[in-house]
Nanobody, 123 residues
Framework: QVQLVESGGGLVQAGGSLTLSCAAS????????LGWFRQAPGKEREFVAA??????YYADSVKGRFTISRDNAKTTVYLQMNSLKPEDTAAYYC??????????????????WGKGTLVTVSS
């Protein structure tokens, strides 16, 4: 079992920045990939970013604006979000998985989810 707890969501104006954090606990050694998905109202959950032990991966919609990173203990993952747009408004979910390819392909490849944190970007 892996437990994921997100924090850092909130309300921000367009063009602003926000950093999300996700603390992982439990059998984290079995799950090399930590990442983020988001789900806007009325839309499907979509991949945002993920990181294996060292390499980051991003959705095209956030490349150049978002940065994913992990701490040295590999149990906390961060999502630095810059130049935020109203279309970034969504619930952001932390995710854990064994393989990067399955995570990038969509939510079906995720083994564990956090409960989510809401990000609202006002125009």
């Amino acid at each position: 079992q892996v437990q994921l707890v997100e924090s850092g969501g909130g309300l921000v104006q367009a063009g602003g920045s926000l950093t999300l954090s996700c603390a992982a606990s439990g059998r984290t050694f079995s799950y090399n990939v930590l990442g983020w998905f988001r789900q806007a109202p009325g839309k499907e959950r979509e991949f945002v970013a993920a990181i294996s032990r060292s390499d980051p991966y991003y959705a095209d919609s956030v490349k150049g604006r978002f940065t994913i990173s992990r701490d040295n203990a590999k149990t906390t993952v961060y999502l630095q979000m810059n130049s935020l747009k109203p279309e970034d408004t969504a619930a952001y979910y932390c995710a854990a998985a064994k393989g990067i390819s399955t995570v990038v392909s969509g939510p079906g490849g995720v083994d564990y989810w956090g409960k989510g944190t809401l990000v609202t970007v006002s125009s």
